[in-house]
């Protein structure tokens, strides 16, 4: 598949020259622009966004997030949503997301959905 590199860096201008982030929270998700990656990395899709995970929030500027996917794989390194969407989180792909990538919020997830995700998550750390 050939990707639109062109079009994703002059998107990518512009979200980097925003001012105002919006105001987020752990647990929600929201519609980022994550644009063209490389390799196997998460791409944002059609409209370079996908939907994240806010897992862990630093700052007003920063975050840990994880992808969601349509796709219905079920082993360790995916864990699906209980709503309706059919969406699954994909574990590995964990990444520090600048809240200036925050487009849309969609919703936040249960207390219970989102501790069993973070349960997940700690197993992927080496231990030391």
Wanted: one cysteine or more.
């Amino acid at each position: 598949m050939k990707k639109d590199f062109d079009t994703w860096n002059r998107r990518k201008k512009i979200i980097h020259e925003r001012e105002r982030v919006p105001y987020f929270h752990e647990r929600e998700i929201w519609w980022c622009s994550l644009g063209m990656n490389i390799g196997f990395e998460q791409d944002g899709g059609e409209k370079f966004e996908r939907p994240m995970l806010i897992i862990k929030k630093f700052n007003q500027e920063i975050f840990w997030a994880l992808p969601l996917t349509r796709s219905g794989k079920r082993n360790k390194y995916y864990f699906f949503l209980s709503r309706k969407e059919s969406s699954t989180v994909i574990l590995s792909q964990l990444r520090l997301v600048s809240a200036k990538r925050l487009e849309r919020l969609m919703y936040k997830l249960s207390k219970k959905e989102f501790k069993s995700i973070l349960s997940q998550v700690k197993n992927f750390f080496p231990k030391v």
